[in-house]
Each structure stands twice: as C-alpha cells, then as structure tokens.
C-alpha cells in the first residue's frame, strides 16, 4: 500500500524558508507523478508544485512561482519543497500527493496526512 508522510511544516516569520519533505513507500513503480498541494482554513485545496516521474519538468502555481521549488530524490521516494521568501497567505497544510494522469491533474490518488506551515506577519 502506497504511503506518504510528510515533515518539516512549522512557524516562520514573513520572509522566511522552509524546506518540506515526503517520503513515498509501498509503491509497486517509479511512475507516479508527485505534487504537493494546500489547504488555508475555510479554503478548497490548492495546487502548489508538480513534478513530472519521468520528464525532467516542474510545474508551479502562479503564486509561488519564483519563491518554491519543488525537486525529487531516489526515484520519487523522496519529495521536497522549498519554499523562500514566505509571506502569510502561504500559511496552510501542506499535502504530498502521488499518482495522476497528469503532474497538474488535481486527481491524484494518494495523500499524505499533511504537515502545517504557519507564517507570521
């Protein structure tokens, strides 16, 4: 069974970093497209970055274009995000997600249970 556990979610003050990881298990193949979405308190879950299994090709939100930056390890077992110059409207769950059509789909089948960033103004 597909698992994905997400860390690295915390406080941080506006204009701060975080780096958020995910670690993939129990996958039968490398060919799952990754992401990672979020979710803010009385909002729908919101894409924030993809990467494609086996293309070298990332995709971003238009918001946080500039400032993330999605990358993979170990052949998609290992999912990060690192987000820079952070500002309060980025403050949300953070999800990791595995296996679409497509890396920009928002139908991807596995979820983690999400890690919490919070930044300060």
């Known amino acids: 069974q597909v698992q994905l556990m997400e860390s690295g979610g915390g406080l941080v003050q506006t204009g701060g970093s975080l780096t958020l990881s995910c670690v993939r298990s129990g996958c039968p193949t490398s060919r799952y497209n990754m992401a990672w979405f979020r979710q803010a308190p009385g909002k729908e879950r919101d894409f924030v970055a993809a990467?494609?299994?086996?293309?070298?090709?990332?995709y971003y939100a238009d918001s946080v274009k500039g400032r993330f930056t999605i990358s993979k390890a170990n052949s998609g077992n290992r999912l990060y995000l690192q987000m820079n110059n952070l500002m309060p409207e980025d403050t949300a769950m953070y999800y990791c997600?595995?296996?679409?059509?497509?890396?920009?789909?928002?139908?991807?089948?596995?979820w983690g249970q999400g890690t919490q960033v919070t930044v300060s103004s």
């Open positions: 997600a595995a296996g679409s059509a497509s890396p920009t789909d928002p139908d991807y089948t596995y």
């Open positions: 990467v494609h299994w086996n293309v070298d090709r990332t």
